[in-house]
């Protein structure tokens, strides 16, 4: 049960909006305390002046009302290789639901439920996910899945976690250890506003190096199958293309 909480408080709190601060003491840490997620991955990314991510400005803070316009006016922008590339594009829930509600309230395509609707951007490789831990946020980001790197620790079980009862309080000790990260900061595409103001990148002009380094990806991405894991089970899932 504690293990259970455990996993669902990251997957709500830690994988985005978690900012690592060394715990004080024996005063134990709020679950988003325990590790950089995805949002101080990007900001880092972005500030990083040898290896930066893409940062695309004009887009907006996403709003429910232009979700869907602000998520194709994204895919526009991208390099034409990126475009080709099966992005994952994660923003929060809410934020989901306005893209595929707007889509289907346009009445381009004939369905016959919300089942139907695709979360495919139209004319890209480009699909659109719902990450439970950026609810409430307004952001907007984008990589490959091959792209995320999960660390944890090797062969981790429940048979290693500790449980000591004394004076009716019970104290769970576990060797946890977790981070995330990307490959390449080269295939990480996110808006400005996501990033808090950091200076924007042109990404319709990419350097030679970029471009080497872009191709190959392309390559194996149209070529073969995508087996790696992504960065955590809520991202897993995300990435799953259920079109």
Not at 91 to 111: C, Q, S
Not at 199 to 215: F, K, M, P
Request: proline share 4%; with cysteine.
């Amino acid at each position: 049960c504690l293990l259970r909480q455990l996993n669902d408080d990251k997957e709500n709190f830690v994988v985005y909006k978690g900012k690592y601060q060394a715990p004080t003491g024996s005063t134990p840490n709020n679950a988003s305390d325990t590790m950089d997620g995805f949002k101080e991955l990007l900001k880092k990314g972005a500030a990083d002046t040898k290896y930066p991510i893409h940062t695309i400005s004009g887009i907006g803070a996403l709003t429910s009302a232009d979700a869907f316009g602000q998520v194709e006016e994204f895919t526009s922008k991208l390099p034409t290789k990126a475009r080709n590339l099966p992005l994952i594009l994660f923003v929060a829930p809410e934020m989901y639901t306005a893209y595929m509600v707007a889509k289907r309230n346009l009445g381009l395509y004939d369905i016959k439920s919300d089942t139907e609707i695709g979360s495919r951007v139209d004319f890209t490789k480009c699909v659109l996910r719902p990450v439970a831990s950026m609810a409430g946020t307004t952001d907007l980001w984008a990589t490959i899945p091959q792209n995320i790197i999960h660390v944890k620790k090797k062969n981790f079980s429940t048979s290693n976690v500790l449980v000591q009862q004394n004076h009716r309080d019970v104290d769970v000790l576990i060797d946890w250890f977790e981070a995330l990260g990307f490959g390449c900061n080269d295939f990480v595409f996110t808006t400005a506003e996501t990033v808090a103001g950091q200076s924007g990148i042109q990404t319709s002009s990419l350097t030679s190096e970029q471009n080497s380094r872009l191709a190959p990806m392309h390559q194996e991405a149209d070529g073969t199958e995508q087996n790696q894991e992504l960065g955590t089970e809520n991202l897993q899932n995300a990435a799953e293309d259920g079109e």
